[in-house]
């Protein structure tokens, strides 16, 4: 039986009022059928959103070029009766409501001939607001394939790189990396070409206090170089840069300051706001052990004076500290995440400012904010945009991030957000050049880096994810290529290898030209990659790439219109 379009009355799209006894509801997706007569103007402001089919007959299609009979499986779907391929557009222009809408029959291209399909008494309706079958520009978010750089360390343990860090060592003007060894003394400096690759300098040692955790880059000292402080065994090791004599010296011997049992994290902020950077350290400790954390005030010159201890009791587990101003009045608060009773909390320390002589009158204890169990590290960041500081809080036990929100006099807001999987990092940055800070999550278990792309008001869209090392524990960013966005440095732990890595990851965010609309990750091919980009952005997501026929929602019905466009935009 030859196949015949229903056709157009009156310029209307006619939708059968409901099934018959044997038919079924369907979700796929809708298309005003047409002849192959000119596209007419569809006049009503709004075609009928849901249809129904009969079960479909099994005739032999016909080629309209040929006239032999062919089999309806070679072109046809299993369900919509649609071919995956081969589907044209005849686009048309609501003059009511003003949208733009298309007219689509099912026609097949292979086989040597156009095939229309009988699909009587089906009337299937597509409506396409906003969306057009032309081309476009996309947003590409990402980072190119990582390049990493295998690093091997000295001492009796197994190398475990723990952290990375980013600054420009030797005064060339671009940025280089340190990173830190979890079991040994040292600190592995590697030296950027300029073009963002790296070569191994040297490192340096903290002599009798192995095992460096976090590393930072700061001028301690005002001479305009950068030094590196590490969260050690020991205490806190203080390495000043050693200027120039012609060449590069590298770093003087270690100074270490003693913190408490087991030093876990390290910040620096100007606590005294003396002009100096002063340096906060977070005290693990050991279980049924008194641990808090300890603050050291500079002198003005690297050296530090004794720290003053803060006890936060037994099994405070002090896993990381952060120092920044939430209340607007200059001085950093104190921020440690830890345990109690079991429990995870974030403790926040008002600074006390100083006395009529400039001395430092120490921190009050605020309060402590419960949150989920595993919390392992805080990062401040100004996430909705409104100019005071906002936290985000990693657990490495639970799918989930932590916010603490700002209320603009440093009350804090707990929100919390589910994520894919347990996360070691959730480091703020800006990723794609609009202006508000993004968050990177460094996941261990699956040796990635994920994307959280702010939308500007604060809230956080996933967009995908670039592959590392091994058991990555830490990342960093930094322009490392000179081209104006932020690269990705990670820290690759390998355990139970004698080697670590760290991988750089070079931004190629971009806004990139399309073939048509409909192709999402602009490859000038609506596939697989549009589907998946639908898939991500499954349920009610109005203003996400995947909802294509902007009704708000993605669903069957875009994906369907992405398999209706398959294939090349230009064929």
């Not at 095939?115 to 396409?128: E, S």
């Not at 012609?246 to 270690?254: A, Q, R, T």
């Not at 100096?276 to 350290?281: F, R």
Request: include cysteine; aromatic fraction near 6%; charge should be negative.
């Amino acid at each position: 039986m030859t196949g015949r379009a229903p056709s157009l009355r009156g310029g209307t799209c006619i939708h059968p009022t409901g099934p018959p006894r044997s038919s079924r509801p369907t979700s796929m997706g809708m298309a005003c059928p047409t002849s192959s007569r000119p596209t007419r103007t569809i006049t009503p402001a709004r075609c009928i959103s849901t249809h129904w089919t009969t079960r479909r007959p099994r005739a032999r299609p016909t080629s309209m070029a040929t006239g032999r009979s062919m089999s309806s499986t070679s072109c046809l779907s299993s369900r919509t009766g649609c071919p995956a391929k081969g589907v044209h557009a005849h686009p048309g222009t609501s003059t009511k409501a003003g949208r733009s809408t298309s007219s689509i029959f099912c026609t097949c291209s292979r086989h040597g001939g156009s095939v229309l399909f009988n699909r009587l008494p089906i009337l299937v309706v597509l409506v396409l607001p906003g969306v057009q079958l032309e081309a476009g520009t996309c947003e590409h978010i990402g980072f190119e394939a990582p390049a990493n750089y295998q690093v091997e360390t000295e001492g009796d343990d197994l190398t475990f790189i723990r952290c990375v860090e980013t600054g420009d060592l030797d005064s060339d003007g671009d940025v280089d990396v340190i990173a830190s060894d979890r079991y040994g003394e040292e600190i592995v400096i590697l030296l950027n070409d300029g073009e963002g690759n790296l070569e191994e300098w040297g490192s340096v040692f903290s002599d009798g206090c192995e095992r460096n955790r976090i590393v930072i880059l700061e001028d301690l000292d005002g001479d305009g170089l950068l030094d590196i402080a590490s969260a050690s065994y020991a205490g806190a090791a203080v390495f000043l840069n050693a200027g120039f004599d012609g060449d590069w010296l590298g770093f003087e011997p270690v100074a270490v300051y003693p913190s408490g049992f087991s030093p876990h994290w390290i910040d620096a902020a100007d606590l005294d706001l003396d002009g100096d950077l002063d340096l906060l350290i977070a005290d693990f400790g050991e279980t049924d052990m008194e641990t808090g954390w300890h603050a050291f005030l500079n002198n003005g010159d690297g050296t530090f004076a004794t720290g003053i201890e803060t006890i936060l009791g037994y099994n405070a587990r002090c896993i990381s500290i952060n120092g920044t101003d939430l209340d607007g009045d200059g001085y950093p608060e104190i921020m440690i995440a830890g345990a109690r009773l079991n429990g995870g909390f974030i403790h926040v320390f008002d600074n006390a400012g100083i006395d009529s002589n400039g001395d430092w009158l120490g921190s009050d204890y605020s309060v402590s904010i419960p949150v989920t169990y595993g919390a392992c590290s805080i990062r401040a960041f100004d996430r909705e945009h409104d100019g005071d500081m906002d936290l985000v809080v990693a657990h490495r036990s639970q799918p989930e991030l932590s916010f603490l929100v700002n209320d603009g006099s440093g009350g804090l807001v707990l929100e919390t957000m589910v994520v894919q999987t347990s996360i070691e990092l959730a480091q703020p940055v800006e990723i794609d050049g609009d202006g508000v800070t993004d968050i990177a999550l460094v996941v261990k278990n699956t040796g990635q880096m994920r994307l959280l792309i702010n939308d500007g008001s604060g809230q956080f869209v996933d967009r995908g994810s670039t592959g590392g090392g091994v058991d990555p524990k830490f990342a960093a960013f930094a322009d490392l290529d000179s081209d104006g966005d932020m690269d990705g440095v990670m820290a690759n732990s390998y355990p139970g290898q004698d080697y670590g890595s760290v991988s750089v990851h070079l931004n190629n965010s971009a806004v990139l030209e399309s073939g048509c609309e409909l192709d999402l990750n602009c490859d000038d091919l609506v596939s697989t990659g549009d589907l998946l980009i639908v898939l991500a952005d499954w349920g009610p997501n109005p203003d996400l790439p995947g909802n294509v026929n902007g009704d708000g929602h993605v669903n069957v019905n875009d994906l369907l219109i992405i398999i209706g466009a398959w294939g090349p935009c230009d064929p």
